[in-house]
């Protein structure tokens, strides 16, 4: 990791009154908001705030209908996802997206697909830089494997592991593309005490590998408790920013969220 | 290719191979050769639907315009210019990816019914051009007496000759897409077919690669029409009618959609039953032929090869 | 999983292959070579089937009276016939098959299957008589030794139809024809044989075989104003041609049909709507109105009267076309016996042929021996085939 | 010598386009109704055309009923044939792919076409036009009674489907199965029960365009192909589950193969709907009269 992104606040991605309207109704009022660099990021709010909406803006899945979007100070808005992913954010989602009759470690591979470059000519002549490149594409995917701690079921099926274990390799193929931004969409769904515990450490020693990441959680334990900073939106507005304390302590914020529930 | 598919592969060409010795000493048998022509030449187009289809998930109603897109190219430039067939074939193959990547472009950023009607408008159209372009296409009546193949300067005189001079063909487009399949951009079209968007978020250019996919199956197709036009010898736009894509996509789903040796088994099956099985049922042929159809799907929508494969494939609901 | 799992679906798979071989095998035991062979290629099923049907019928009618009486010198006839569903790749198969098997091949039906298979027969010096049309099935004559077809060519009756016009001071036509193999046929004699004719085409419109409707065609002719419409198609869209015309008041222009159009029914579903359309049409259909001492009398009445009787319904210039080819075959045979190269040399120099469609005399230049005096102008006159002046 | 103007041509195209157009546009309301309650395309929709017009021919010429006693009897006929598809083939196939449904629906549509080519042949058949006499003409341009009656009947489905929709218990528990059918099943509409009326209803207006267009066009075994294609292009042009749409996209193809025919290719005919349909789908591809939000959330 390069010194600039150990900085805190040096801004990883910059959002300028990004909006979001489907036909009549708006889903993001404008939030402007920068992401710093370096370090675990909470977007939280009631159910229908946008947060997941910010993330389809910022993966690209979306695209915002005014505002703009920097990654590294370059826009990104208007790209289209695979171009996104390339750029260097990744995301997973949050009902669980993986390619469910592919297995584990395919799934992973998929991961590798921005950072490789085999076309249908090398592959299906299998020129020997292609070899060497998916020698080399089974190898990493299998690190992240392990890293995630998935090793033992590189080989079932994605659709056949239990929730938990989905949630985690999405995460996995995530982090295969060598994101610098990691956008979670509400990890610890489903998931039970331990899991959520095990989560937060993987989540932990992601941020320590120098990636930045950004997550949408309901589970404020685990949000208070792994998050460096934590932004809050309602109906689709910027309601405060802050650390977990001063968040927890936010007078608007208790209103619209803690103190409603 | 897993040690497990290079097994079936040896084994399968070792069956092909060993094929026309086993009919040919029976004499009311011993055109199955000829049936086993035209099967590999459907093979070839099948391959092309199955990676576009069982892979990538992409409908295609159009399979027969680039089978014909390529057998026109062939036929006029070796019957009307009399150019070499062996340059011929690879100007219908890029006529025919010159067009797919046109049509594809806008047509598959559409999905389900509605890529089904556009594949299939743009199939019937080049259906009415083949048969409306009289000047070139010889219209309905067709080209007759067009020149057959020489392969190493050798000509391809009898259906021996053209017999493993296709399956050749066949297993080597079965090599590339196997070899495709088992690859980054093979992982990338089965990615597409189950969840496109996650695809997509991955990193994956899915549209780029779906047009790809369309430029193969109709490379395949029309290199398999260059083979048509040479082994018959003369072409009638009906051959390459809108029946003729539906059969493809039979074809492939009576073997198994998403296996390549599935698009193999039921190619040669439909091919046998089409042609030459069902005519001891003479007129009812065509509702034994629908009977068929309604039964595989019904029952075996994952094709015949869902009889032999070993572990449940795991399906988005 | 399991090696054992995999023995076995290997296993099944091996066992899958073997039984199909067995199959294969099996599904081949053939018969004694006694009878004679011939072989017949219809399009019984798929768009020309009612060009199929009746020669099919015909064709099995004839064999079995032949093998009633005995057969051809003792031999009864085995009729080896397939379907090519109107499809041209069925069709190549269908003769590849054949030619293996049978001395000499009848059919098949249309232009566009005849087309694919001559290259076929010919190869495999095998003679096929095809009962379709187009002169492309016979020329270049240097390529076709081995065909012949039984079915007068398209420029007969565009010949026979022009005399016709030319005689009703007919100058200016408008020609409508079906986007098939026939009507494809049938628009290139006329455009070739008008001009040296006298006549001139004004209007030439197209449609598909399965039209529903030819209102727009007929009144895009109607405003080039010939003085007389040739239609040229078989099945459904012939009659609605007629009921188009009718409709649109369009009646006081002459409508021509092709041979197409030489079938009874076609009266019957076109209705009193036809009245008037006139064709060239072959003497099979008409035998009732010919002489007594017409040569092709006695040869067309005996069919008439069996065929009706039989199948209960009028006979067509289809079912002709499978008499003459059948019987074409039968007399060779009966001559040379089941020797294919004797069988096309005794074809090629038969002359005198007296059969449904015409007197034939072929030659080795050429291999369909009919003209357009062996048509007749008919015209449709109280719901029946009448002679035209 | 016939005279006969430019003005009259165009009028003459025009009926003509309509006549058909509506056609399309009954086989494409025909597909709609069943897409709507079940996302699925049934490619036999064309075969219940053919079959209407055979039936009706039955019935009219073989047991001499009166035309309108046949139309109604061939309509009911083949409305049975629809509820029988769906009990017997449909229902098994719930679970299948779309891909599946396809291949389902197109083997029925060979069998259907099978059976029907023992039980008639394959010669075509005409049938009486519902009142007799010559055409009317308007401004030099012929009008075919029939095709009157042709746009009478297509009037009367319309009116009455949409009466069954709006104001039935029955057509408004459909049009909510068809919007949400869990919900639909939670509130008590019996879902499977919509789906085999679906079939029925949508088997009986295909007959409907069928018995109307046989005295003009006769009727064949094989016939049912062409226009169901055609249909299926209205309904897709118009938009998916679309009633209105399907009626405009109808009467614009059919417009559009006769203008063609009249004025540019008779022979390109065919290719300019299919164009017109392309343009549409590539620009426009939730068709003409759907929602781009709607096409997104369906299933396919």
Redesign the interface.
């Known amino acids: 990791m390069d010194e600039r992104s150990k900085r805190p606040h040096a801004a990883l991605l910059q959002l300028r009154n990004v909006q979001m309207q489907f036909g009549g109704v708006t889903a993001l009022k404008g939030i402007s908001y920068d992401v710093p660099s370096g370090i675990v990021q909470a977007v939280i709010g009631p159910n229908g705030a946008g947060k997941t909406t910010l993330f389809h803006c910022i993966s690209g899945l979306l695209t915002p209908t005014a505002g703009e979007i920097l990654f590294r100070g370059l826009p990104i808005g208007g790209l289209p996802p695979h171009r996104i992913a390339g750029l260097g954010i990744s995301r997973t989602f949050q009902h669980v997206a993986l390619f469910k009759s592919m297995t584990v470690l395919e799934n992973v591979m998929i991961g590798r697909h921005p950072r490789t470059f085999s076309g249908f000519w090398s592959a299906g002549l299998r020129f020997p830089r292609m070899r060497r490149e998916e020698r080399r594409i089974l190898e990493e995917a299998g690190h992240y494997l392990e890293f995630v701690g998935l090793s033992g079921e590189r080989d079932l099926p994605a659709g056949a592991l239990p929730l938990g274990k989905q949630k985690i390799l999405e995460i996995a193929r995530a982090l295969a593309t060598q994101p610098t931004l990691l956008l979670l969409d509400e990890p610890a769904g489903g998931l039970n005490m331990r899991e959520t515990e095990e989560l937060g450490e993987l989540i932990l020693r992601i941020c320590e590998t120098g990636i930045t990441v950004t997550l949408v959680e309901h589970d404020m334990n685990l949000v208070m408790e792994i998050s460096h900073r934590i932004l809050v939106i309602h109906y689709g507005e910027h309601l405060a920013t802050g650390t977990p304390e001063e968040i927890k302590d936010h007078p608007a914020v208790i209103e619209a969220y803690l103190g409603g529930g | 290719m897993t040690r ?1 598919d290079w ?2 592969f040896l ?1 399968t060409a070792l ?1 092909i191979a060993a094929f026309p010795w ?2 040919q000493p ?7 050769v ?2 086993m022509v ?1 099967a590999g030449i459907f093979a070839l187009v099948c391959l092309g639907v199955t990676m576009l ?1 069982g892979y990538a998930g992409q ?1 295609s109603m159009a399979q027969a315009a680039f089978f014909g897109i390529g057998a026109y190219t062939s036929a006029i430039l070796t019957g009307r210019f009399a150019l070499d067939p062996w340059l011929a074939m690879p100007a219908g193959a890029s006529l025919a990816a010159l067009v797919a990547w046109v049509v594809g472009i ?2 598959l ?6 890529l ?3 594949t ?3 199939g ?2 080049v259906h ?2 083949l ?2 372009e ?1 000047e070139w296409t010889g ?4 080209m ?2 067009l020149p057959g193949l020489h392969v190493l300067g050798w000509k391809l005189s009898t ?1 021996l000759a053209w017999y493993y001079f296709v399956w050749g063909t066949v297993f080597l487009a079965l090599l ?2 196997f ?2 399949l088992h ?6 079209l ?2 597409i077919h ?2 496109e ?11 780029r690669y779906k047009v ?1 996919v369309f430029v ?1 199956s109709a490379v395949l197709a029309a290199v398999a029409g260059s083979l048509y036009t040479h082994f ?5 736009p ?2 390459f009618n ?1 029946m003729w894509s ?1 059969r493809f ?2 074809m492939v ?1 009576v073997g198994g ?1 998403q296996s390549l040796w599935g698009a193999l088994l039921g190619t040669v099956l439909m091919t046998f039953v ?2 030459e ?1 069902l ?1 001891v049922f ?6 034994v ?3 068929i ?2 039964v595989v ?2 029952f075996l ?1 994952k094709g015949l090869v869902s ?5 449940p ?4 609901a | 999983m399991s090696r054992l799992g995999e023995c076995v679906s290997r296993s099944i798979l091996a066992g899958f292959y073997v039984g199909l071989m067995l199959f294969l095998a099996a599904s081949g035991r053939g018969l004694a070579a006694e009878p004679y062979k011939i072989g017949a290629v219809f399009s019984i099923t798929g768009g020309a089937s009612f060009l199929g049907e009746p020669e099919k019928k015909t064709a099995e009618m004839i064999r079995d009276e032949i093998n009633k009486q005995g057969g051809i010198n003792g031999h009864p006839i085995e009729l080896i016939m397939l379907d090519d569903e109107t499809d041209p790749t069925k069709a190549n198969l269908a003769v590849k098959k054949l030619v293996k098997e049978v001395p000499v091949i009848i059919g098949p039906s249309t232009s566009g299957t005849s087309l694919a298979v001559v290259g076929v027969a010919e190869e495999a010096n095998v003679p096929l008589i095809s009962c379709a049309a187009s002169h492309k099935i016979v020329t270049p004559i240097e390529s076709r030794k081995w065909i012949f077809k039984v079915a007068g060519s398209d420029s007969h009756v565009v010949g026979k139809m022009f005399e016709h016009m030319k005689k009703q001071g007919i100058q200016k036509i408008g020609i409508m024809t079906v986007s098939d193999g026939f009507g494809a046929s049938g628009r290139e004699e006329l455009l070739r044989l008008a001009p040296e004719n006298g006549i001139t085409v004004v209007a030439d419109e197209r449609y598909g075989p399965q039209d529903t409707d030819l209102s727009a065609q007929l009144t895009k002719i109607r405003t080039s104003q010939p003085q007389a419409i040739v239609n040229w198609s078989t099945g459904p869209t012939q009659i609605l041609a007629v009921k188009n015309w009718r409709d649109l008041g369009m009646d006081s222009i002459p409508l021509y049909q092709s041979h197409g159009f030489g079938n009874r029914k076609n009266i019957q579903l076109a209705g009193k709507g036809a009245e008037g359309v006139r064709l060239p049409l072959a003497r099979v259909n008409i035998g009732p109105l010919l002489a007594d001492d017409h040569p092709q009398k006695k040869v067309i009445m005996e069919y008439t009267k069996a065929y009706e009787a039989q199948f209960k319904e009028p006979v067509s210039s289809f079912g002709g076309h499978a008499w003459d080819s059948m019987h074409l075959a039968m007399a060779a045979l009966k001559a040379v016996g089941p020797d294919a190269a004797k069988i096309r040399d005794f074809l090629e120099n038969t002359k005198g042929f007296v059969g449904q469609h015409g007197t034939f005399n072929f030659s080795a230049q050429d291999h369909n021996g009919l003209s357009k005096e062996d048509l007749e102008m008919v015209v449709v006159k109280d719901g029946d085939w009448a002679l035209a002046k | 010598m016939d005279s006969f103007s430019l003005g009259s041509a165009l009028l003459q195209y025009t009926v003509s386009g309509l006549t058909i157009g509506v056609i399309y546009a009954l086989v494409a309301i025909g597909y709609n109704i069943i897409y709507n309650v079940t996302e699925i395309i049934n490619f036999a929709q064309g075969e219940f055309v053919m079959l209407g017009g055979l039936f009706a021919v039955f019935f009219a010429q073989s047991l001499h009923l009166p035309i309108f006693l046949a139309f109604v009897a061939a309509i009911g006929l083949t409305g049975l044939t629809g509820f029988a598809m769906e009990r017997l083939v449909i229902r098994r196939a719930r679970s299948s792919t779309v891909l599946s449904l396809i291949i389902i629906t197109i083997a029925v549509s060979i069998l259907l076409k099978g059976t029907a080519m023992f039980w008639w042949g394959k010669n075509p058949y005409s049938l009486p036009p519902f009142s007799s006499g010559r055409p009317f003409i308007v401004l030099g341009a012929a009008i075919q009674r029939q095709a009157v009656w042709i746009f009478a009947v297509s009037a009367i489905v319309v009116v009455c489907l949409t009466l069954f929709f709006r104001r039935s218990a029955y057509g408004k528990a459909m049009l909510a199965s068809a919007d949400n059918p869990s919900a639909a099943r939670m509130v008590g509409i019996p879902v499977r029960q919509m789906v085999l009326l679906s079939f029925t209803l949508s088997a009986a207006i295909g007959a409907a365009a069928g018995v109307s267009i046989t005295p003009i066009s006769l009727m064949e075994y094989d016939r049912g192909a062409l226009l169901g294609l055609k249909g299926f292009g209205a309904a897709v042009l118009g938009g998916l589950g679309q009633f209105f749409g399907a009626l405009v996209a109808g009467i614009v193809l059919g417009l559009a193969e006769s203008f063609c025919a009249g004025y540019l290719s008779s022979g390109y005919k065919d290719a300019v709907a299919l164009v017109i349909l392309l343009l549409a789908l590539f620009f426009k591809p939730e068709g003409l009269f759907g929602s781009r939000e709607a096409a997104k959330l369906k299933r396919f």
Request: charged share 15%; hydrophobic share 50%; glycine share 8%.
């Open positions: 497990k097994r079936i084994l069956l086993m009919v029976v004499k009311a048998v011993s055109h199955y000829d049936v035209f289809m409908v806008p047509a950023r559409l999905k389900g019914h509605y089904a009607m556009a299939l408008g743009f019937v159209i009415i051009i048969n409306e009289v219209g309905p009546s067709g007759a007496d259906e590339f897409c070899h495709v690859s980054r951009v093979g992982r990338a089965r990615a189950e969840e968007s996650a695809a997509e978020a991955m990193g994956v250019p899915t549209a790809q193969l018959v010898t003369c072409l009638n009906s051959s809108l539906i996509i039979l789903m959609m089409g042609n099985w005519h003479a007129e009812f042929e065509i509702l032929y629908g009977a159809l309604l799907a019904l929508p009889l032999f494969t070993r572990k494939i795991v399906h988005n």
